[in-house]
């Protein structure tokens, strides 16, 4: 992480929210800007020149937009140049080794005689933080004001500060520009809000710490053996990668809500429950909401949405759904897992939610439905080589693959030669074994993920004063439990930090 988790929460957290609070008025977004970048250039300082320019940039762009007569071409280069940026550090070097692996396999396909051995000389630069969060929100800003949603903002510290934002810099949500422009220096935030926000930072913090990451120890031992864990053991294994990728990214999520609350800001919620979805329709209402709004207003609508008719509106949910998978990682298995929900959103929307709707099918089989192929999807997610992932997928049916970790580089021009498929048991011994061993804490995740929790917890504190004791009492309580999570060290990663 940027800071150590020690540090964050018991140096830097305390010393920004009391200079906030304490300096004087007039200085408050300057010491917030300052604390802004002292966070993103903690760990790698050579990206808060990278950081800084995003910001110069599109500031001076939106004002350009707002006083030239052609708009179009200044956004025409504005998009592109935050296109650039991105796609050089994040997808410069998967274009190039997918070009020294496609093309001699397409010229042996051709008959064509060999190439000598391609080496493009190209390193790949280390992936900056939080670029794609931050370049999309700046994006939107810039696009904002060519559409006169909004007024550019003469305040370069103003903008600075909000693309800089440490709470929800990382990892989001996706914050647009006129949500929280009005927040901006102004120190709005009341003691009640302050207690609010310090209890979902705490209930976030203790999402990632006491329920993400052991259910993500979990998954890392069967992710470690594709094609070796058995059918029920893959699914055990896959069920624990999607509990930790909901309870790491919505954790990180909600720390980011409670602590803008904190200072005074509103950011959106990100989720919504999205594993008690009842289609994969409503799933993506429910998961990772500020994503999926963004290329809703700035790609899919500007596409002409659903009002050019079925195949334009086809070819705007194929496009969407490739750049969201690609936004994800630069990998292939990102762009097979968006192609994935492409495909089910397709053939939800042209009659298979009519088809639930007129037979009446019940909430739960719904339900089992989405979270079933939802939980099919992170096998392509979560394993970013294709082989080790096709290989763990087929193990849920049963079937396991003589290629199982065998990356797609080592493959021969020709194909996988040799490749059978065996009969898998349901366990092996060791899956079995972990199986078992995690089982309370897969349980324990599966009612987090619903909101039977908040609903008991409501029945039995019966509100007003009890509940705000009780509240505060739980709060402390897993707060002490997440320093000692922290201080006992292991598993403690963090998925979202490479997107």
Not at 335 to 342: C, D, K, P, Q, S
Request: proline content about 5%; overall charge positive.
């Amino acid at each position: 992480m940027v800071f150590s988790s020690v540090i964050f929460i018991f140096a830097y957290l305390p010393i920004v929210f009391l200079g906030y609070y304490a300096i004087p008025k007039r200085y408050a977004l300057v010491f917030l800007f300052v604390m802004n970048l002292i966070f993103y250039g903690w760990g790698e300082p050579v990206y808060l020149l990278l950081m800084v320019f995003s910001i110069a940039h599109n500031y001076a762009a939106a004002l350009l937009i707002a006083r030239l007569k052609h708009k179009k071409a200044v956004l025409a280069m504005s998009v592109i140049l935050n296109l650039t940026l991105i796609g050089f550090y994040k997808y410069a070097g998967f274009v190039i080794d997918s070009i020294a692996y496609a093309l001699p396999r397409i010229i042996h396909f051709a008959g064509l005689p060999p190439l000598p051995r391609l080496d493009f000389g190209f390193a790949a630069p280390p992936l900056p933080i939080g670029i794609s969060f931050y370049t999309f929100q700046a994006m939107a800003y810039v696009i904002d004001v060519y559409r006169g949603d909004m007024k550019a903002e003469r305040s370069f510290l103003k903008f600075g500060s909000f693309i800089s934002l440490f709470p929800q810099l990382i990892a989001g949500p996706i914050v647009l520009y006129r949500d929280v422009v009005d927040y901006l220096g102004k120190r709005s935030a009341k003691l009640a809000d302050v207690e609010r926000g310090l209890k979902i930072f705490i209930m976030g913090l203790s999402k990632k710490l006491l329920l993400a990451n052991p259910v993500g120890a979990a998954w890392a031992t069967f992710a470690s053996a594709p094609g070796g864990n058995g059918v029920a053991g893959a699914w055990v294994g896959l069920f624990a990668y999607a509990f930790h990728i909901y309870f790491d990214f919505s954790g990180y999520s909600d720390m980011a809500v409670g602590m803008g609350l904190m200072l005074g800001f509103k950011f959106p919620g990100n989720f919504n429950y999205p594993y008690i979805a009842n289609s994969i329709t409503d799933f993506w209402r429910r998961w990772h909401i500020t994503l999926s709004s963004w290329f809703r207003d700035y790609v899919y609508i500007p596409l002409g949405g659903s009002r050019r008719g079925i195949f334009r509106n086809l070819f705007n949910l194929v496009v969407v759904w490739f750049l969201t998978g690609l936004w994800h990682g630069a990998s292939w298995n990102f762009v097979l897992w968006g192609m994935y929900f492409a495909v089910i959103l397709i053939i939800e929307r042209a009659f298979l939610l009519r088809v639930f709707d007129k037979l009446n099918v019940p909430a739960l089989v719904r339900r089992l439905y989405a979270f079933g192929l939802v939980v099919i999807g992170w096998g392509l997610f979560a394993l970013t080589d294709l082989s080790q992932s096709f290989s763990y997928i087929a193990e849920l049916y049963g079937y396991t693959s003589a290629v199982a970790g065998i990356s797609l580089a080592a493959m021969p021009a020709g194909g996988v030669a040799g490749a059978t498929l065996l009969y898998g048991g349901m366990f092996t011994s060791t899956s079995l074994q972990y199986a078992v061993a995690y089982l309370p804490t897969l349980i324990l995740c599966a009612l987090a993920a619903t909101p039977l929790p908040k609903a008991v917890w409501s029945v039995v504190t019966g509100g007003g004063r009890r509940l705000r004791a009780l509240e505060a009492a739980g709060a402390f309580a897993m707060l002490v439990l997440c320093v000692a999570a922290v201080t006992a060290g292991g598993y403690n990663p963090f998925i979202y930090f490479r997107f």
